[in-house]
C-alpha cells in the first residue's frame, strides 16, 4: 500500500436527523485514482465536501497527508476541487480562472503567467486564454476548471461528477484525458460518479457507498468479479441471479446446487461477501457461452431456450431460459464472423463453469 | 418581394407588433410628445403670458449665467449623489443579507416587508419624515425626553439633510431590489470555488460576490440617482429655502414666473447633466470591472 494521504474514521455526517454519512472508515493512497461511486444521493456529494472543508463531521477523524482536518477551513486544505457545475468565474477570462488561486503565490506575475500558459496547454487549451470563460463549452468548461484546480498543485484533487454534463462522446474522451493527466501529476484523485462504467474504466480502487456507508472497496476487477453483495452486483454491471441451496461447507469450499445448473463446487474465495441468509447465486453474462451444433463445453453445460435476442452488432444479447428456472439469465455472445445470431424460441445448449459463479449466502 | 411583404405580414414578428403597437402609441404619446414639446420650447422666445416662435439660444444662457439656477444645479446634483452613495450603501448589506442569510422560503416573505413603507403614499411619507425631523418632532422630543440634548436639533429639518434622508429612505427598496436579484443570480457554487482556490471569505466576496454583483450595483445607482435630481416633493416639503432643487425652480419658472422656454431650458440642462454623469459612470464602471480582473 502507497503512503496513505487521506484518512478517514468512523466520518458521520447529519443534516438535521438525516444520516448522510454513517461511519465512513477508509484510508486513499498517495496517487491514487480513487473513486466514489453510489447511486443519486448516498452521500457520494457529502463525503468529498467533507474532505474538501465545505461541510464538517458530525463526528469522526479526517487526516489530509497525516494532519487533522478538524477545524482547517477549505481555503487552507492541500485539496482542490472541480465542481459539478464547474464553477466558472463568467467575469474572468480562461486566464484570470486559471490563475485565480494564484495570487498570494510568491513567483514572479512573468511566472505565474508562464505557469498559466503550461497548465492550460497541459488540458489542451492551448491559445484560449484570452477568452471569455462564459462563451466556452462544457467541455473547454471542465478543462479549465481542471487546469485552475492543478495549477495550485493540490496533494489531492477532488472532481464531483466532472463528466456528467458531457455527451457521451466527449465523456469517453475525457475519460482517457484524466487517467493521463493523473499519471503524468501523480496527484491523488478523488472522483465522484454514478456511473460504473466511468468507475471501472478510470479507478485504481472504487468504493461502492449505499445509503451513507461504503459497501464495497476494492480494484475495478475484483469489485466485477467477486462483488460481496446483491446489492452492489446489481449496481456494477450486470449480474444473473440463481437460486440455490448450499450443500455442504467446508474452509476450502463449498457444495452448491444452483436451480437450471446443477451441482457445482466454489471455493471459499468465490464467496467474498458476509453471510445474509438468502442464498443465490450469481454470473455476469460474459461468463455464459452458447454452444452451437457440435461444439462441446470445456466445463459444464446446462440446456435452455431463446427467449428474448438483443442485437447490439458488435455483440447479441440472449435472454434463455434454463430448464427448471422460471427467470430468464442473460448472457452475451461476440458477433464473430460466421456465427449466427440465434433465433427466439430455438432450443439450445450453455456453457459454463463453476469457477466463474460468486456465492451470496 | 411581395411573397416575402405576405410571408412578413402573416409571420409571427408583425403579430407581434400589432399587438404592441397600442401601448407603443400610447408610450409615444405619453412620453416622447411631451419631451420634444420640452425640447421645443426651450428654444423659443419667451413672450411673457404667450410664447413667440422666435428660435433663441438665450435660454439656455440666461439658464448657465444665473448664479441661483447654477447653485441650485449643482445642490440638487450634490443631494442626489448623496443619496446614491448613502441608499446604494445601506442597501447592500441588506440585499446581501436577504439573498445570502435567510433561508430561501423565507426570503419573498422579507422582500414583502421591506415593501412595506411603500404601501402609503410617498406625499404621506415626506410629511411623516417631517413629523419626525420637526422642531417640536418625534426625534427631537424623544431626544429631549431622554436627555441627550438640551435643545431641538434644527439641522435635521429645512435643509439639505432632511431632504437626503428623506429620500435615501424613499429609494431603498428600489436599491435593495436590482442588488438583491444580481446576488440571487450568483452561482453559489462561485463561492465555494473561491474558497476552494485558496481565499477567505473576504476576499472571495471582493473577487466574485462583489464582481458579479456589480450589475445589480449599477442598476441601483441609475435608478436612485436619475429619479432623485429631479425629485420635487421632498425638497419643496422638507427641504426649507435652502433646501431647494432644480425641479422647484422648474416649477417656479412654469407656473408661477409663467415663462416656459426658460423653464424648459433648465429642464432640459438637468437632463443633459444626468445624462452625462450616468453615462460618465456607466463607464468608469467597465473600465473599473476590466481594470480589477
Ligand atoms: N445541505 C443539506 N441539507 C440537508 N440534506 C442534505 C444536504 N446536502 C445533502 N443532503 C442529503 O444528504 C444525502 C446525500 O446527499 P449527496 O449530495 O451527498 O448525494 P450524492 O450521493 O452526491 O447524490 P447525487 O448522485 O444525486 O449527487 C441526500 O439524501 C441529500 O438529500
Ligand atoms: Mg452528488
Redesign the interface.
Known amino acids: 500500500m502507497k503512503r496513505p494521504i487521506i484518512e478517514l474514521e468512523n466520518v458521520q455526517k447529519y443534516y438535521g436527523d438525516y444520516h448522510a454519512l454513517r461511519g465512513i472508515t477508509t484510508t486513499i493512497g498517495e496517487g491514487e485514482f480513487f473513486s466514489l461511486l453510489g447511486p443519486s444521493g448516498c452521500g457520494k456529494t457529502t463525503l468529498l465536501r467533507t474532505i474538501a472543508g465545505f461541510e464538517d463531521p458530525s463526528s469522526g477523524v479526517l487526516k489530509i497527508d497525516g494532519k487533522d482536518m478538524d477545524g482547517v477551513p477549505a481555503n487552507v486544505r492541500p485539496t482542490n476541487m472541480v465542481f459539478q457545475s464547474y464553477a466558472i468565474f463568467p467575469h474572468l477570462t480562461v486566464e484570470e480562472n486559471v490563475g485565480f488561486g494564484l495570487r498570494r503565490d510568491p513567483r514572479s506575475a512573468a511566472d505565474k503567467a508562464r505557469a498559466v500558459q503550461e497548465h492550460l496547454e497541459m488540458v489542451g487549451l492551448k491559445g484560449y486564454g484570452k477568452r471569455a470563460a462564459h462563451a466556452l463549452s462544457g467541455g473547454q468548461r471542465q478543462r479549465v476548471a481542471l487546469a485552475r484546480a492543478l495549477i495550485l498543485k493540490p496533494k489531492v484533487l477532488l472532481l464531483d461528477e466532472p463528466l456528467s454534463a458531457l455527451d457521451k462522446k466527449m465523456r469517453e474522451q475525457m475519460q482517457v484525458e484524466l487517467i493521463r493527466l493523473q499519471r503524468q501529476v501523480g496527484i491523488t484523485f478523488i472522483l465522484v460518479t454514478h456511473d460504473q462504467e466511468e468507475a471501472l474504466v478510470m479507478s485504481d480502487r472504487i468504493a461502492v457507498m449505499f445509503e451513507g456507508q461504503i459497501a464495497q472497496l476494492d480494484d475495478p476487477e475484483t469489485l466485477y468479479r467477486l462483488p460481496k453483495s446483491r446489492q452492489v452486483a446489481d449496481f456494477i454491471g450486470t449480474m444473473n441471479f440463481l437460486p440455490a441451496q448450499v450443500l455442504s461447507e467446508t474452509p476450502d469450499g463449498f457444495e452448491v446446487e444452483v436451480a437450471g445448473l446443477g451441482r457445482a463446487a466454489l471455493t471459499a474465495r468465490q464467496a467474498p461477501g458476509r453471510p445474509t441468509g438468502d442464498v443465490a447465486v450469481g454470473f455476469r453474462p460474459e461468463t455464459l457461452t452458447i454452444l452451437y451444433e457440435g461444439q462441446q463445453a470445456a466445463d459444464r453445460e446446462s440446456p435452455g431456450i431463446v427467449e428474448e435476442v438483443v442485437y447490439y452488432g458488435d455483440m447479441t444479447y440472449y435472454d434463455v431460459k434454463l430448464d427448471g428456472v422460471a427467470a430468464p439469465v442473460r448472457l452475451s455472445m461476440r458477433n464473430v464472423f460466421g456465427r449466427p445470431v440465434l433465433d427466439r424460441g430455438t432450443r439450445t445448449r450453455v456453457a459454463w463453469a463453476p469457477g466463474a459463479l460468486v456465492l451470496f449466502r | 418581394m411581395a411573397n416575402r411583404l405576405h410571408r412578413l405580414g402573416r409571420s409571427e414578428a408583425a403579430n407581434g407588433l400589432v399587438l404592441v403597437s397600442p401601448p407603443a402609441i400610447f408610450a409615444v404619446l405619453l412620453l416622447a410628445a411631451p419631451l420634444g414639446l420640452l425640447f421645443l420650447y426651450s428654444f423659443l422666445t419667451d413672450g411673457y403670458l404667450t410664447i413667440l416662435w422666435e428660435f433663441t439660444f438665450q435660454n439656455y444662457r440666461d439658464a448657465w449665467s444665473d448664479p441661483l439656477v447654477r447653485t441650485v444645479m449643482l445642490r440638487s446634483l450634490g443631494v442626489s449623489m448623496m443619496v446614491t452613495a448613502i441608499t446604494v450603501l445601506l442597501a447592500f448589506p441588506v440585499a446581501y443579507f436577504v439573498s445570502f442569510h435567510v433561508r430561501p422560503d423565507r426570503k419573498s416573505l422579507w422582500l414583502f416587508l421591506i415593501t412595506i413603507p411603500f404601501w402609503t403614499s410617498y406625499l404621506i411619507r415626506v410629511f411623516l419624515w417631517k413629523v419626525i425631523l420637526g422642531y417640536n418632532g418625534v426625534l427631537n422630543s424623544g431626544l429631549l425626553g431622554l436627555g441627550l440634548i438640551d435643545e431641538p436639533l434644527t439641522f435635521i429639518l429645512y435643509n439639505v439633510n432632511a431632504v437626503v434622508i428623506t429620500l435615501a429612505h424613499a429609494y431603498a427598496p428600489f436599491a435593495i431590489l436590482p442588488i438583491f436579484v444580481a446576488l440571487e443570480k450568483i ?1 453559489r ?2 463561492l ?9 471569505d473576504l ?1 472571495t466576496f471582493w ?2 460576490t462583489l ?2 454583483s456589480m450589475s445589480g450595483v449599477v442598476a441601483a445607482v441609475l435608478i436612485v440617482f436619475i429619479p432623485t435630481i429631479g425629485d420635487y416633493v421632498t425638497p419643496q416639503l422638507v427641504g426649507g429655502p435652502e433646501g431647494r432643487m432644480v425641479a422647484n425652480i422648474i416649477h417656479l419658472q412654469y407656473l408661477r414666473l409663467d415663462n416656459y422656454p426658460a423653464g424648459s431650458a433648465i429642464a432640459v440642462s438637468a437632463m443633459v447633466m444626468v445624462t452625462a454623469i450616468s453615462l460618465l459612470f456607466l463607464f468608469l464602471n467597465r473600465r473599473f ?1 476590466r481594470g480589477r ?1
Open positions: 452561482d457554487s462561485l465555494e470555488a473561491g474558497r476552494d482556490l485558496g481565499e477567505s476576499m473577487r466574485v464582481p458579479l470591472l480582473k
